[in-house]
């Protein structure tokens, strides 16, 4: 299918659902979401939420709440603690399942108090092929997901991001903080803290893309692999081995394999 045919059938699917809220991070997918769901729906008839989390920056949120200003959206930012979860504290393979579960709920419930029909998520096509046991919980809640249904991958959502001139449209991917955290260590509010801080310090020398895997007292710096070298060789490399020392890491370490999306998935 033709990636015009996929918009209008997007065009067409969120105008069957009359009104919706829509969990709102910022990122590429549910931007685009949002500038469709506005053209087709009216911005009186489409609510995006930002929940702020603990895995989340408060850079992150500040992105999304500008974002969603300059699109002209009325805006909510819903404060949620993950660490309120036991099941998700303790870190399990299907974390994100719980996450999920405990902020859609959330949503829905807020959806019904707004009198909006539905509540929708940004998850695309290109979804499907990865581990994302959240879809689970999306299915159980009964939330809609326009982009997969439209057959959207994240290429597609890409491409027309671009067309509709959204900044977003090359905005590297940000999953939680949570998911640089092995299977099984739990996740503490210090944690999630030191990991902010170690990226922070890697994108205020230019390496927008990048992950600090957490291994206790080690990170592990995941980058693009034609960013490898200009890490070894930028002349910051002394303040960013500083830098996130500082963050509360005694050991500093350089993925060779690079950067690749659920890394901590691998199997050994």
């Known amino acids: 299918m033709k990636i015009d045919d996929k918009r209008i059938l997007l065009e067409n699917i969120l105008r069957s659902l009359q009104s919706v809220l829509i969990g709102f991070s910022g990122g590429v997918d549910s931007t685009l979401l949002l500038q ?4 087709v729906l009216g911005r009186e008839n489409i609510l995006p939420v930002t929940i702020r989390s603990e895995v989340n920056t ?5 992105a999304a709440i500008k974002l969603a200003e300059s699109m002209g959206a ?9 660490l309120n979860c036991e099941l998700f504290v303790s870190n399990p393979p ?3 399942y719980h996450c999920k579960k405990h902020h859609y709920t959330v949503l829905l419930r807020l959806a019904q108090e707004k ?3 539905h509540v929708i998520d940004g998850s695309n096509y290109s979804d499907l092929e990865d581990y994302r046991p959240g879809a689970r919980a999306l299915q159980e809640l009964g939330i809609k997901t326009p982009l997969q249904e ?19 449209w090359n905005q590297p991917a940000r999953p939680c903080l949570a998911t640089r955290i092995p299977y099984g260590t739990s996740i503490t509010a210090s944690t999630l803290r030191r990991i902010a801080r ?3 310090v890697l994108h205020s020398n230019g390496f927008a893309h990048c992950r600090v895997r957490h291994h206790d007292t080690l990170a592990r710096i995941e980058l693009p692999q034609d960013h490898l070298a200009r890490l070894l060789n930028d002349n910051a490399l002394e303040a960013i081995i500083t830098g996130i020392k500082a963050a509360g890491y005694t050991y500093v370490t350089l993925d060779l394999e690079g950067y690749r999306m659920g890394s901590l998935n691998e199997k050994k």
């Open 58 to 62: 408060d850079e992150e949120i500040a």
């Open 115 to 117: 009198n909006l029909a």
């Open 36 to 39: 469709i769901g506005i053209e």
């Open 74 to 82: 009325e805006h909510l930012v819903l404060p949620i603690s993950d």
């Open 150 to 168: 439209a057959m959207l991958t994240k290429e597609d959502i890409r491409k027309l991001s671009r067309q509709y001139g959204l900044p977003t």
């Open 198 to 200: 170690a990226e922070a």
């Open 94 to 96: 299907d974390r994100c």
